[in-house]
């Protein structure tokens, strides 16, 4: 069974660092593209990066890059996504997905999600 | 940058049908999936490559996709189908969401 398991929730102040993880399990976890969602409270999903957990390669959505970093560790099926320094701004539920490319980039789905990590910075 | 456009909301009886559409411009020549997500959950892929479903998607879902829009259909809808549905799709290696269409089953 495919599953990605996300960290808890996290509460943390304006101007503090934060990492968040999604371990999947059940598949190849080097086969496949990991991705970030962002979904800020009552609104829609938003997407935010993806990388592959083989090189690393990433590619990020161009309102994202520099405000966030992902990485992967293939050793323990575990992708990231950091902050360096959080902003109110930055409160919301951060969902994990899996990417399949069904027979090209531009077919690709996220077809497995995490369970959501909820951020939330206030002073 | 590209855009997709939903309908804020749909409602439906139960046993209709609901058709949640998604525009974007020249939609038809790219892939759309759709995602359905119920209150406080993680959402969940029912439609890729615009008219494939998953396994374990019932078949009431299925997806059509040509000229600017992308519609999701849901045949005999039932109560349990009420969620806020996302379309997606790919535009220069960015993942693109609609903003999201809540379906009201009442």
């Given at each position: 069974?495919?599953?990605?398991?996300?960290?808890?929730?996290?509460?943390?102040?304006?101007?503090?660092?934060?990492?968040?993880?999604?371990?999947?399990?059940?598949?190849?976890?080097?086969?496949y593209w990991?991705g970030?969602?962002?979904?800020?409270?009552?609104?829609?999903?938003?997407?935010?990066?993806i990388?592959?957990?083989?090189?690393?390669?990433?590619?990020?959505?161009?309102?994202?890059?520099?405000?966030?970093?992902?990485?992967?560790?293939?050793?323990?099926?575990?992708?990231?996504?950091?902050?360096?320094?959080?902003?109110?701004?930055?409160?919301?539920?951060?969902?994990?997905a899996r990417l399949n490319?069904?027979?090209?980039?531009?077919?690709a789905?996220f077809?497995?999600?995490?369970?959501?990590?909820?951020?939330?910075?206030?002073? | 940058?590209?855009?997709?456009?939903?309908?804020?909301?749909?409602?439906?009886?139960?046993?209709?049908?609901?058709?949640?559409?998604?525009?974007?411009?020249?939609?038809?020549?790219?892939?759309?999936?759709?995602?359905?997500?119920?209150?406080?959950?993680?959402?969940?892929?029912?439609?890729?490559?615009?008219?494939?479903?998953?396994?374990?998607?019932?078949?009431?879902?299925?997806?059509?996709?040509?000229?600017?829009?992308?519609?999701?259909?849901?045949?005999?809808?039932?109560?349990?189908?009420?969620?806020?549905?996302?379309?997606?799709?790919?535009?220069?290696?960015?993942?693109?969401?609609?903003?999201?269409?809540?379906?009201?089953?009442?």
């Amino acid at each position: 069974e495919v599953q990605l398991v996300q960290s808890g929730a996290e509460v943390k102040k304006p101007g503090e660092s934060l990492k968040i993880s999604c371990q999947g399990s059940g598949y190849r976890f080097t086969s496949y593209w990991i991705g970030w969602v962002r979904q800020m409270p009552g609104q829609g999903l938003e997407w935010m990066a993806i990388i592959h957990p083989v090189d690393s390669d990433t590619k990020y959505n161009p309102s994202f890059q520099g405000q966030v970093t992902i990485s992967a560790d293939k050793s323990i099926t575990t992708a990231y996504l950091q902050w360096s320094s959080l902003k109110a701004s930055d409160t919301a539920m951060y969902y994990c997905a899996r990417l399949n490319y069904y027979d090209s980039s531009s077919s690709a789905a996220f077809d497995y999600w995490g369970q959501g990590t909820l951020v939330t910075v206030s002073s | 940058s590209y855009e997709l456009t939903q309908p804020p909301s749909v409602s439906v009886s139960p046993g209709q049908t609901a058709s949640i559409t998604c525009s974007g411009d020249k939609l038809g020549a790219k892939y759309a999936c759709w995602y359905q997500q119920k209150a406080g959950q993680s959402p969940v892929l029912v439609i890729y490559q615009d008219d494939k479903r998953p396994s374990g998607i019932p078949e009431r879902f299925s997806g059509s996709n040509s000229g600017n829009t992308a519609t999701l259909t849901i045949s005999g809808t039932q109560a349990m189908d009420e969620a806020d549905y996302y379309c997606q799709a790919w535009d220069s290696n960015t993942a693109v969401f609609g903003g999201g269409t809540k379906l009201t089953v009442l």
